[in-house]
């Protein structure tokens, strides 16, 4: 666990520039991959529907394209030495909420390749403490942010959920910083395996744990759940209540929207190389086209009933969906949500019975006038949780 400091997100500026340096080259390598692929079909000759020809293409052209790709990895090594020499004069110095923001957004973006390329622009994973020297309690809340965010951005318009419950309800607040960009499932182990080392190490008898997810972040509790209890880690039989802001727990549609683009583009061998542009989605977003959880879900359409993954046993889970408009009553309002997540899919109704996790009806909420990201910080949203969290706590605002 970690206190919030801008040079937390690793190596500073001069991270930074050699993080860029290295996606950049890797952007220019894969364009040219994406270009000799479309010269190779077009001179091969193919039917408009034909099978494409595999592999690099012959002769001259093959070996141009060979040398832009040697020039093109021999510059990043350059820059990465040269960037690896500013060191002194650089420093680690960060850039505050502003460069925390942009690495998120494109952690979760390509989040995934950075961390396979062993990018310092990769987000590594870490619960961290906004308020230091607070004296720990009983209760711990730990709250997990959305895709392309990260946990400072629990504070918006001057509200942060967890600052707030510390002092109406008594929990000690810990956000997680992950990288979004990767594959939910492997958010998921490594967050089980962050709580059982948290509470290991907590210095007072643990009462109570809540987690509240945004977005994405409730499919990464939810995982992650999965996994503790597939291990027997320590900390899943004191998870006592789950809450879900806005959670796609049934896929976003324009991740779904992403997937078809992505086949139009394939279907001919002139076009097909073109659908490498929607790869650069990253296996995190890829996942949220169906809400995949686990590694059993990924390369599916859709989970089907036998592989649903329940809400875990024994603990109190909520819902809080949002509406852009005044009620659920009109097509456009449910469809489309809180402008990024359906109200089935938040409440996790999409499917039909069959497929529904189950929520109790009183244990879900839909707020009108609200957009995805209004559900961090509206007063309606933090009355709701109050009394959830705090049953003393009255009933929903407004």
Same mark, same amino acid.
């Given at each position: 666990m970690t206190q919030t400091k801008p040079t937390d997100l690793r190596g500073g500026l001069q991270g930074d520039l050699r993080g860029v340096s290295r996606l950049t080259i890797d952007a220019i390598t894969g364009v040219t991959d994406l270009v000799e692929a479309m010269h190779r079909n077009i001179a091969s000759g193919s039917s408009l529907l034909g099978r494409p020809p595999e592999g690099p293409a012959s002769g001259i052209s093959g070996l141009v394209y060979s040398s832009v790709r040697g020039v093109t990895r021999l510059v990043g090594k350059s820059l990465d030495l040269a960037l690896r020499s500013l060191v002194p004069a650089l420093g680690e110095t960060g850039m505050g909420p502003g460069r925390d923001a942009l690495l998120a957004a494109l952690n979760g973006v390509t989040g995934d390749h950075l961390?396979?390329?062993?990018?310092?622009?990769? *987000?590594?994973?870490?619960?961290?403490?906004?308020?230091?020297?607070?004296?720990?309690?009983?209760? *711990?809340? *730990?709250?997990?942010?959305? =895709?392309?965010?990260?946990?400072?951005?629990?504070?918006? @318009?001057?509200?942060?959920?967890?600052?707030? =419950?510390?002092?109406?309800a008594g929990y000690s607040p810990l956000?997680?910083?992950?990288?979004?960009?990767?594959? !939910?499932?492997?958010?998921?182990?490594?967050?089980a395996w962050q709580l059982q080392a948290l509470v290991t190490r907590w210095p007072v008898p643990i009462d109570e744990l809540v987690v509240i997810g945004h977005s994405m972040g409730g499919l990464v509790a939810r995982s992650a759940c999965h996994y503790a209890a597939a291990d027997r880690l320590a900390w899943l039989p004191l998870l006592s209540k789950m809450v879900f802001l806005g959670t796609p727990h049934h896929g976003a549609p324009l991740e779904q929207?992403? @997937?078809? !683009?992505?086949?139009? =583009?394939?279907?001919?061998?002139?076009?097909?190389?073109?659908?490498? *542009?929607?790869?650069?989605?990253?296996?995190?977003?890829?996942?949220?086209?169906h809400g995949n959880l686990i590694d059993e879900h =990924?390369?599916?359409?859709?989970?089907?009933?036998?592989?649903?993954? @329940?809400?875990?046993a024994g603990v109190k889970c909520y819902a809080i969906a949002a509406v852009q408009g005044d009620s659920t009553q009109r097509v456009r309002n449910k469809v489309l949500g809180d402008g990024l997540v359906p109200v089935d899919s938040a409440l996790g109704q999409h499917l039909g019975a069959s497929h529904s996790l189950g929520f109790p009806p009183d244990n879900t909420c839909v707020l009108p006038h609200m957009n995805h990201f209004d559900l961090l910080s509206r007063d309606e949203v933090y009355q709701q949780l109050l009394t959830w969290l705090r049953p003393t706590a009255g009933a929903v605002a407004g």
């Open positions: 961390a396979d390329s062993g990018n310092p622009l990769a *987000i590594v994973m870490q619960l961290r403490e906004h308020v230091p020297v607070r004296a720990p309690t009983g209760k *711990i809340l *730990i709250l997990v942010h959305g =895709l392309c965010m990260n946990d400072q951005q629990w504070l918006r @318009s001057g509200h942060d959920h967890g600052e707030s =419950l510390a002092r109406d956000y997680l910083s992950y990288n979004s960009g990767r594959h !939910i499932s492997v958010n998921g182990r490594e967050f929207a992403g @997937s078809v !683009i992505d086949f139009l =583009l394939g279907a001919t061998p002139y076009s097909a190389p073109l659908a490498r *542009i929607g790869l650069v989605r990253s296996a995190g977003i890829q996942d949220l086209r =990924l390369g599916r359409k859709r989970p089907n009933a036998s592989q649903q993954v @329940s809400l875990p």
